[in-house]
């Protein structure tokens, strides 16, 4: 039986605390990370690498504070639903790492939860950067603490905005 490849569709995204590259199948996007690395020129963008960065780009212009696309985050069982109990963190808002595995039903998860969290393939669209430790600290962004900061603040200006 011949193997059936999977085609990898990619683009890089500039927002401003740096490149995105956004990955992807022909149906869902698999990963939106930060990345150090100079975007290239021959990138093969989709139908779905373009709406998520459109998306992207829509969410750096205040414009989108909710995201609609098909993900497909490569991971464990207990990642995605801490994946998903990610994806229930309001906008603008924060939780900390007890307060999530409180929610998993196993405080004692603690750890094992802010290690799902550290291994999420889609920032921003799985918000993983609104996790703060129990003290209020920002702790653990794979993306780098100073963009962690900044999207926070971001989002909270822009909720702080959009009231009046």
Request: include cysteine.
């Amino acid at each position: 039986m011949k193997k059936r490849s999977i085609d990898i569709f990619f683009t890089w995204c500039a927002s401003p605390v740096g490149t995105v590259v956004i990955r992807g199948t022909r149906q869902h996007v698999t990963e939106m990370l930060f990345t150090e690395e100079a975007p290239e020129e021959n990138d093969n963008p989709n139908d779905v690498i373009n709406e998520a960065k459109r998306q992207l780009e829509e969410y750096f212009a205040r414009q989108r504070n909710t995201f609609d696309l098909p993900l497909l985050p490569e991971g464990t069982e207990f990642q995605h639903t801490v994946w998903k109990l990610l994806q229930n963190i309001p906008f603008g808002r924060t939780t900390s790492y007890a307060a999530l595995a409180r929610q998993y039903g196993d405080i004692k998860a603690i750890r094992a939860v802010g290690s799902a969290n550290g291994k999420n393939p889609i920032g921003i669209v799985i918000p993983c950067h609104r996790v703060i430790g129990s003290d209020g600290e920002l702790v653990g962004y794979a993306g780098g603490l100073w963009r962690k900061k900044w999207l926070l603040e971001f989002e909270s200006q822009h909720r702080q905005q959009s009231l009046f």
